[in-house]
T-cell receptor, first 114, second 113 residues
Framework: AQKVTQAQTEISVVEKEDVTLDCVYE???????LFWYKQPPSGELVFLIR??????QNEISGRYSWNFQKSTSSFNFTITASQVVDSAVYFC???????????FGTGTSLTVIP | NAGVTQTPKFQVLKTGQSMTLQCAQD?????MSWYRQDPGMGLRLIHY???????DQGEVPNGYNVSRSTTEDFPLRLLSAAPSQTSVYFC????????????FGPGTRLTVT
């Protein structure tokens, strides 16, 4: 069965602190895809990143970085020097090789305090 | 491009009533999906479509029907609403099989009393 676990329900940090959001997944597929989405208070979902199961390279995009480790089935997301605009709910998601079935975690609500 | 649009934004139904949530996209995307978002449960896939005339079930399809007669539209029908269907519904689209980024609509908040 496919499953995504985001154990951190809520996190609060002070502006400029670094924060890591954890994501652990379960799948029996050898080919799969992992995603992070951001849901700001306005409610829309914004795509942040996609990773396929064959690419374990870490990725950095500005203040955002992602650490994918197949050995621990984790795909963690770090925000460096957090800002108030980073306050949102962040979802980790997993899809099968077809991309037809998506499984979302329960989300981590991040609050950045000015 | 308007992207993915959903109507209505808010809806209140009585138990047993039926209604259709509308979803449209103007990006010529092949794939479209419906999700529901409930507190503490993340998003769950209801139904999806890989092209006009082709639909399939997701994780929580019971109580919902879909059809895809055109590339642009993917309506979600509730035949007999139940309080358990109170949720926020999101429609999403993606370009094709090879392209995995999904674009989400703004959501419809549905309350069933």
């Amino acid at each position: 069965a496919q499953k995504v676990t985001q154990a951190q329900t809520e996190i609060s940090v002070v502006e400029k602190e670094d924060v890591t959001l954890d994501c652990v997944y379960e799948t029996r597929d050898t080919t799969y895809y992992l995603f992070w989405y951001k849901q700001p208070p306005s409610g829309e979902l914004v795509f942040l990143i996609r990773r396929n199961s064959f690419d374990e390279q870490n990725e950095i995009s500005g203040r955002y970085s992602w650490n994918f480790q197949k050995s621990t089935s984790s795909f963690n997301f770090t925000i460096t020097a957090s800002q108030v605009v980073d306050s949102a709910v962040y979802f980790c998601a997993l899809s099968d090789s077809t991309g037809n079935q998506f499984y979302f975690g329960t989300g981590t609500s991040l609050t950045v305090i000015p | 491009n308007a992207g993915v649009t959903q109507t209505p934004k808010f809806q209140v139904l009585k138990t047993g009533q039926s209604m259709t949530l509308q979803c449209a996209q103007d990006m010529n995307h092949e794939y479209m999906s419906w999700y529901r978002q409930d507190p503490g449960m993340g998003l769950r896939l209801i139904h999806y479509s890989v092209g006009a005339g082709i639909t399939d079930q997701g994780e929580v399809p019971n109580g919902y029907n879909v059809s895809r007669s055109t590339t642009e539209d993917f309506p979600l029908r509730l035949l007999s609403a139940a309080p358990s269907q109170t949720s926020v519904y999101f429609c999403a689209s993606r370009r094709d099989r090879e392209y995995y980024e999904q674009y989400f609509g703004p959501g419809t908040r549905l309350t069933v009393t």
